[in-house]
């Protein structure tokens, strides 16, 4: 009886109907038509003339697309009421690469010094990291201010740059990969005379490369769409980058009328580089997160 019942197939769990594959199919088609909408729609209208953007905002077909918007963020048009785009793109362009290559470097210098090396007030440094995570971002506008002020950095490159150099977050993520890592490998690199610095830049950052690409993303992203401290760090339109030049045209510092191609064409031009990036790392990116998730 006993054997009879052991050599009974086990019914197959977790097996779903043709109908609810479907139905889940089309439910997730639903989902990303509903994020690509509003993107389809920039596309389109930036190729539209004005009073076919403000007359039918949400048509997709049945007009004559034109590149005028876009010729006149690059100063082709010859009307001479051009928009400094470029002017704004290489600001972002500069700061975001500046911003990344430090924030890489620090956070994983800190996230090593956090995770490895032994010293006093450690575990309250690691707190008050932590800590920093939770304020707001609005509460620090100014007494960030008042500190660039008084240093003279305000309206300079340097004031934009230098307080985004660091990233309590990206500290965070390094310090948990990097415990992560058997200490084996270092003890061995320790007893073959290898310093401190030594084994972090030869052995421990070649391993991190998965969180590196990480931090890279999440820091160009951060510093590219960076918005409240540009705001409160500069002042003349020399140091406009892509998030406040934006701000200002949208809220009619650059003309008169609704401006929809111009302002869209300027909105997608602006999300090129960060769409760019994310998809050449997204398979890292990706792998580097459902790691996070088995090791938790």
């Known amino acids: 009886m006993s054997a009879k019942t052991e050599g009974t197939p086990k019914p197959v769990l977790g097996r779903t109907s043709p109908s609810l594959r479907f139905l889940g199919y089309a439910s997730a088609l639903l989902v990303a ?22 007359s039918h905002p949400l048509r997709v077909m049945g007009f004559t697309p034109t590149t005028a918007a876009y010729e006149r963020l690059f100063g082709l048009s010859g009307a001479g009421d051009g928009v400094p785009f470029l002017r704004w793109f ?24 956090l995770a490895r090396i032994q010293f006093a007030g450690r575990r309250f440094l690691f707190a008050f990291v932590v800590a920093v995570m939770a304020v707001p971002n609005v509460a620090l506008l100014i007494p960030r201010f008042l500190v660039l002020n008084t240093f003279g950095l305000f309206d ?14 990206g500290i965070f993520i390094m310090k948990q990969f990097f415990e992560s890592i ?12 290898a310093g401190t610095f030594r084994i972090f830049w030869s ?9 590196l690409l990480t931090l890279t993303i999440l820091s160009f992203q951060g510093s590219w769409n960076e918005f409240t401290h540009f705001l409160v760090a500069t002042q003349s339109s020399e140091y406009e980058t892509l998030t406040t030049g934006l701000a200002r045209l949208v809220s009619g510092g650059l003309g008169g009328g609704t401006q929809y191609p111009l302002k869209l064409a300027a909105a997608l031009l602006s999300t090129l580089p960060v769409a760019v990036l994310f998809f050449a790392f997204q398979r890292h990116f990706v792998q580097d997160v459902k790691m996070g998730a088995v090791k938790e």
Request: net charge negative.
């Open 33 to 54: 038509l509903l994020y690509l909408g509003p993107f389809v729609i920039q596309v389109v209208t930036s190729l539209k003339t004005d009073p076919e953007a403000a």
């Open 182 to 193: 058997p200490r084996e490998i270092e003890e061995a690199a320790r007893v073959d005379g």
């Open 90 to 113: 290489s600001n972002s362009a500069l700061i975001a690469s500046v911003v990344t290559a430090g924030r890489v470097m620090f956070d994983a210098m800190a996230g090593y010094a």
């Open 203 to 211: 052995i421990v950052l070649p391993m991190a490369r998965a969180a």
């Open 156 to 169: 300079t490159y340097t004031g934009m740059i230098v307080p985004l150099l660091v990233d309590a977050a």
